[in-house]
């Protein structure tokens, strides 16, 4: 078998430009609807091949290594499947119908992640986000050419995207049809690529996002922005955006469903004789009632204070845990105080009760309830 390199008329250190150039030269001037005849039929299924191995690198260094020219057991394919597809118009050619590809595809999808506080989920936040993506070319504006050109209908497929060629295998001589290798299947050629896009018809940039992040909105919830994601190649339709949501944690207050959840910690005296104290949620002073003789784990409730839900309107409660603190310091008085009191009240005897793993144990008991 003739060697590739002499087929094409290039040396063995050609760069894949000079393949190419010299392939497209070839192919001109033997394709069977410029030269008919058998002779110029062989030579340009020879240099066709050549240049199939030649311009893929993998199989060029096997060639270069000494191994197959890329022929496969069955005229040119490895395998039945590859036989088929090419038979049937597979291989990301034309197509089954033979049209050419369309340089327009739909851009990627694109995901931000975003970080709120707990706040922001009360009530919902406008957010405007930064996002590095691909827009639309303002210089060509998706048409890959320079101003004042554009595409050229491929002088070798004539525009289809894809060439016939005939191929020995083991059902015999068959007519197949892949994408053409000068084109890539698109049918055309850009001559004069636009400079700003390099002949992708869109640049990377940095453009803002306006957002309405909704009330009620958890760790882990995905947003989605149809039609903000990448713009794709050629000026094609945009990608979706997705935005992921992350809720940071709070200094005093946790979150339990639409429920917001927080401990008041009350002094001995307060706890047996009650008192009202302002507390400060998350969106401004309340008032809390702390009811005489209450006790450590008890909760109080605020309705709602607590969160916005997703899909609703009415707001979830703030729940509030008290923790009565025990004084550790006291003095002579103080402890004369105490002790008269509990001869006083007569308190009863330490007593077993169930197990807590600590007040926050029952305090979580106490929320659930």
Not at 129 to 139: F, P, S
Not at 266 to 291: F, K, Q, Y
Request: glycine share 12%.
């Amino acid at each position: 078998m003739a060697d590739h390199y002499d087929v094409l008329g290039v040396s063995r250190d050609a760069t894949p430009d000079e393949i190419k150039k010299a392939y497209r030269r070839l192919a001109r001037e033997l394709h069977p609807d410029v030269n008919p005849g058998e002779e110029a039929s062989e030579r340009f299924k020879l240099v066709t091949h050549a240049y199939d191995v030649l311009s893929d690198p993998d199989q060029r260094a096997r060639y270069d290594m000494g191994g197959d020219s890329g022929l496969g057991g069955a005229g040119g394919f490895t395998n039945f499947g590859d036989i088929f597809e090419t038979f049937f118009g597979a291989g990301g050619g034309g197509g089954r119908s033979g049209r050419p590809r369309s340089r327009r595809e739909r851009g990627q999808d694109a995901l931000v992640r975003v970080t709120l506080q707990l706040g922001d989920v009360v009530f919902g936040v406008h957010r405007d986000i930064e996002v590095d993506t691909a827009v639309l070319c303002d210089t060509c504006q998706g048409s890959c050419c320079q101003p004042g050109t554009q595409p050229a209908t491929c002088d070798i497929c004539h525009g289809t995207g894809h060439v016939q060629r005939t191929v020995r295998s083991l059902l015999g001589n068959m007519v197949t049809s892949q994408p053409c290798n000068v084109c890539q299947g698109y049918g055309t050629t850009i001559p004069f690529p636009c400079t700003t896009c390099q002949g992708q018809g869109r640049v990377r940039a940095r453009r803002t996002v306006s957002l309405d992040i909704p009330a009620g909105v958890e760790t882990g919830l995905r947003l989605q922005l149809p039609g903000s994601g990448e713009v794709g190649p050629a000026g094609g339709p945009n990608g979706d955006l997705y935005i992921e949501v992350t809720v940071a944690s709070h200094e005093t207050f946790s979150r339990e469903g639409d429920d917001l959840l927080a401990t008041l910690e009350v002094s001995m005296p307060d706890a047996i004789l009650g008192t009202t104290t302002t507390i400060e949620s998350l969106d401004g002073p309340v008032d809390l009632e702390v009811r005489p003789g209450v006790q450590s784990g008890d909760v109080l409730t605020i309705k709602g204070r607590g969160i916005t839900p997703l899909r609703g309107a009415q707001r979830g409660d703030l729940r509030v845990a008290v923790h009565v603190v025990t004084p550790t310091r006291l003095d002579a008085k103080e402890r004369a105080l105490i002790e008269d009191f509990a001869r006083r009240t007569k308190s009863p005897s330490p007593r077993l009760a169930e197990f807590h793993q600590g007040l926050f144990s029952k305090l979580r008991d106490r929320f659930r309830a």
